[in-house]
C-alpha cells in the first residue's frame, strides 16, 4: 500500500535549525503571548544510509530518533530552532547498522544487545556501569520535556534522563534518577513524571526488576531546590507492566498497573520493551494508591478493575463529599493493538486503524474503608466512559490529552487532545475539545492536515477554564510542509499560524516555558 499524504511527518530525517529562523506568521498573535518557548519532542530520525551504502529504517514510530524543537514568539513574531540530539548514536548506527530501539534490535549483527540491553543486565548486577564522555552516544531518550529541580530534562520510559542545556538546546552528559537518590534504582520509569506546583515538586517512579520476574516500583519525589530532599514514598511490588504514566490527586500519586506486562527473560534478551511486552486481560488493572507525604504512611490501598491500557492520564483528585478518587485518562481496551498499529510501515501507510482510545473515569470508591482495610486488600474500582466513538458526535481516537494546568487536581470540565475522527482516519486528523461533563466533542479539523498534541496556555488574567490559547504543531500533508497553529481554546477558531518551510517530524509532547519561570509542565 502507498505511503499517504501524513508519511512525510515519518520519512527521512528532518532538517536541523541550529541558527534561529524567521517564520512566516498569518493571522495576530495576542500580545500577552510574548516571551513564551514551545519546546516539543519526539522523532526527527527515521531513515538512514549506512555507511555500507545500504538504507536503514527504524521499525516503530516510538524508535526515531529525537530531535528537540523550539518556537519562541518574540516581538510579535515567531522563531524556530531545532537541534538533533543525539549525532554520536545516529554514527554508530551509520557505522554498525545496530540500534538498539524500544520495538527490538534491528541491523545487520544478530544477537548483539542494544543500549536497553545492557541496562536491564546492569539492573540486575551482571554488567557494569558505563559513563561515556560523549553525551550523544547513549540512550535515545526524548519522549517528554520539562524541570526537575530547575533544570531542564529530556525523559523517556528507562530510568536515564538527558540534561539540555537551555540557551543551545544541546545535550548535557546523561544521568538517572539514581543521582539524586540511590534508591531510586531499576531499569525502568516513566516519560511523564507529575509535577505538583503547591508542593514544589516532581514525582515518579523506577521500576527494579527482581530475578523471580516481579518488579519493585519505588515511588518518590524530588522537590525544587530549597525546598527539602529527595524522598521515598513506596515501594511496591507488583506485576512488571509497561506503565507510561500514572495520576496524582493533592494527596495521594495513584500508580496503576494495567496487565501490559513485560517478560523478563525477553527483556533481557532482546533489551526492548517492545519486544517483550505480554497482554495478559486475565489479570485485570490495580490501582495502588500511595501518600505523597514525605514519611508518611506510603502504600494505603489497592483497588483493582477490568483489564485496560492507558498511555497517558487526563487528570485526577478526590471527592471529599463522596469520600472517594476519581482519575481521567484516555484508555485502551485492547493492550497490544497500538505497538502494531503504531510500526512504521503500518503507520506510514495507514494499513491498520488508528487504535479506538476512549476518555474514561474510574472511580476509588469508599477510600476510607479501603484504607482501613489495608493495602493487601483489593477493592473494586468502577469505569464511566467520558467520551467515545459511540457517543453523539465522539470521535474514535482521543489522544495526547492536555487540560488547563490550573484545574489539575480538582473537577474541571475540559480535556483538549490529537483525535482521529474515525477509524478511516490515516493518522491523528484534528484537535478535540472535550466537555467531560456533557460528553460533547468539538473539532478543529482541516483536511490533509494532521495535528499533534494541542498545548493550553492560558490567558493572564483570565477566568473561565478555557480561556487561553491551544499550540500544536501541524503537517500540512498536500503542501508537504509543517506549522505551528495557534487556536483559540474556547471556540477552537483559528488566531495565527507560523509557516515553516520544511515539515517537522511527527513528535510526542511538548511545554511552554515563560519568562517569569512559569510553564505549563505537568509531567
Not at 350 to 375: F, N
Not at 443 to 465: D, I, N, Y
Not at 511 to 521: E, H, I, K, S, Y
Amino acid at each position: 500500500m502507498a505511503d499517504g499524504p501524513h508519511a512525510a511527518g515519518l520519512t527521512g530525517k528532518c532538517v536541523e535549525a541550529l541558527q534561529p529562523l524567521d517564520l512566516a506568521v498569518t493571522g495576530a498573535l495576542p500580545p500577552w503571548l510574548d516571551g513564551i518557548r514551545l519546546l516539543r519532542n519526539g522523532p526527527g530520525t527515521f531513515d538512514l544510509q549506512l555507511d555500507s551504502g545500504e538504507a536503514f529504517t527504524v521499525p516503530h514510530w516510538f524508535d526515531g530518533l529525537t530531535q528537540l524543537h523550539e518556537f519562541s514568539v518574540e516581538g510579535g513574531g515567531v522563531r524556530y530552532r531545532s537541534r538533533h540530539l543525539y549525532p554520536a548514536l545516529e554514527a554508530h548506527i551509520r557505522k554498525h547498522g545496530v540500534y538498539g530501539t524500544f520495538s527490538g534490535c534491528p541491523g545487520r549483527k544478530k544477537g548483539v544487545l542494544g543500549a536497553l540491553a545492557l541496562q536491564v543486565r546492569r539492573a540486575l548486577g551482571l554488567a557494569p556501569a558505563l559513563a561515556p564522555k560523549d553525551p550523544t552516544a547513549r540512550m535515545n531518550i526524548g519522549v517528554t520535556i520539562g524541570s526537575i529541580c530547575e533544570k531542564l530534562y529530556s525523559k523517556s520510559d528507562v530510568n536515564a534522563l538527558a540534561e539540555i542545556d537551555p540557551a543551545t538546546l544541546a545535550p548535557l552528559p546523561q544521568t538517572s534518577y539514581a543521582a539524586f537518590d540511590k534508591r531510586f534504582k531499576g531499569f525502568l520509569s516513566a516519560a511523564h513524571g507529575q509535577r505538583d506546583e503547591a508542593a514544589g515538586t516532581y514525582y515518579n517512579y523506577t521500576m527494579d526488576l527482581t530475578a523471580t520476574g516481579h518488579a519493585i516500583y519505588h515511588v518518590f519525589g524530588i522537590p525544587d531546590a530549597g525546598r527539602g530532599t529527595p524522598h521515598l514514598l513506596a515501594s511496591v511490588r507488583a506485576e512488571p507492566a509497561y506503565v507510561h504514566s500514572f495520576a496524582q490527586t493533592r494527596r495521594y500519586i495513584v500508580l496503576i498497573v494495567w496487565p501490559l506486562l513485560l517478560g523478563l527473560p525477553s527483556l533481557a534478551l532482546h533489551g526492548a520493551p517492545g519486544a517483550a511486552l505480554d497482554w495478559r486481560p486475565e489479570r485485570g488493572t490495580r490501582f495502588y494508591v500511595i501518600d505523597k507525604e514525605p514519611g508518611g504512611a506510603g502504600h494505603v490501598a489497592t483497588f483493582k478493575s477490568e483489564p485496560f491500557f492507558c498511555f497517558h492520564t487526563i487528570n485526577a483528585w478526590e471527592d471529599e463529599a463522596a469520600g472517594a478518587l476519581h482519575i481521567d485518562l484516555a484508555g485502551h481496551d485492547d493492550g497490544m493493538g497500538w505497538f502494531e498499529q503504531f510500526s512504521l510501515p503500518r503507520l506510514r501507510s495507514a494499513a491498520t486503524p488508528p487504535p479506538r482510545v476512549d476518555i474514561r473515569r474510574y472511580t476509588l470508591p469508599a477510600l476510607a474503608a479501603a484504607v482501613a482495610a489495608g493495602p493487601r486488600s483489593e477493592q473494586p474500582a468502577s469505569r464511566t466512559t467520558l467520551a467515545s466513538s459511540d457517543t453523539p458526535g465522539g470521535v474514535w481516537t482521543y489522544e495526547l490529552p492536555r487540560i488547563n494546568k490550573a484545574h489539575a487536581m480538582q473537577p474541571y470540565r475540559f480535556v483538549y487532545t490529537a483525535a482521529a475522527t474515525s477509524a478511516g482516519a490515516p493518522f491523528f486528523d484534528a484537535i478535540a475539545k472535550t466537555d467531560v461533563g456533557t460528553g460533547s466533542t468539538q473539532l478543529w479539523r482541516t483536511r490533509g492536515h494532521f495535528p499533534g498534541e494541542p498545548v493550553f496556555v492560558a490567558r493572564p488574567g483570565g477566568t473561565a477554564e478555557d480561556d487561553g490559547l491551544l499550540l500544536s504543531v501541524v503537517l500540512a500533508g498536500p503542501e508537504q510542509h509543517s506549522y505551528l497553529l495557534l487556536l483559540d481554546a474556547a471556540s477552537l477558531q483559528e488566531v495565527a499560524r507560523a509557516m515553516l518551510p520544511h515539515t517537522i517530524g511527527f513528535g510526542f509532547h511538548g511545554n511552554v516555558f515563560q519568562r517569569d519561570g512559569a510553564t505549563t509542565d505537568l509531567a
